[in-house]
């Protein structure tokens, strides 16, 4: 199966994206992780996305969409994969659904995370990235301060350069913009499966394992 995980920065989507790859066995694909890594790495990728990433802005279309063909034509995503932050714009959506009658896929399940905006805010402010592991946490789940729940590093969390509130509120326009039409496009072109993404977090997966049953 190949799942589009899809709902505004903050939703979720990595969260659950990681555990449906633990329990179907199919690879979690982050577009905003693989950028982060091009960016550590300081990759030609890498250094063209830094400045856009760090102000909120979309990458360009065509280097997100040589990305992801790249990727999805490596053995491990033969049997599905799990796609988290693509596509993000209408013209991403058409070339990936291309992309898939040419490997003659069928299998694709749209799953729309649904959120408020000022629920978003306010999760994405107190979220933290802990630089030695890469794990993503929030603040009021974290029991030591500054002390990774997952790797122990000390002084490692970090508030995203994105994470910050006028940059949150930047890609959420560019979300309600640019983003929210690529479901309207899912809706003609794939099964798709809509879910309250602020219930907590072992509900939502919960029911997404419901509907992908059904
Ligand atoms: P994310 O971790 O998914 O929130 O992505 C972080 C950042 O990476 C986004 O704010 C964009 O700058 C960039 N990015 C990730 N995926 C895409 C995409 N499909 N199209 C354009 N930019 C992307």
Known sequence: MYLILFGSP???KGTQAKILSNILKIPHI????????????????GLQAKKLMDAGELVPDDLMISLIKETL?????????????????IAQAVEL????SELKISNVVLLHLTANNDEIVRR????????????IFNLNDIKE???????????????RKDDK???????????????????????????????????????????ILASLKN
């Open 145 to 159: 301060p500054n002390v990774c729940p997952v790797c122990n590093a000390t002084d490692s969390l970090i508030l």
């Open 30 to 45: 982050s577009t905003g992780d693989i950028l982060r890594d091009s960016v550590k790495n300081q990759t030609e990728l």
């Open 97 to 100: 659904n291309r992309l898939f």
């Open 165 to 207: 509130e006028d940059v949150i509120r930047h890609r959420l326009e560019i979300f309600d913009k640019l983003t929210s039409p690529v479901f309207d496009y899912y809706r003609e072109h794939a099964k798709t499966i809509q879910i309250n993404g602020l219930l907590p977090i072992e509900e939502v997966n919960n029911l």
């Open 124 to 135: 994405l402010t107190n979220r933290r990235a802990c630089k030695q592991c890469g794990n």
């Open 10 to 12: 903050g939703v979720g």
């Open 73 to 89: 034509s490596k053995p491990e995503c033969v049997n599905g994969c799990i796609l988290d932050g693509f596509p993000r714009t």
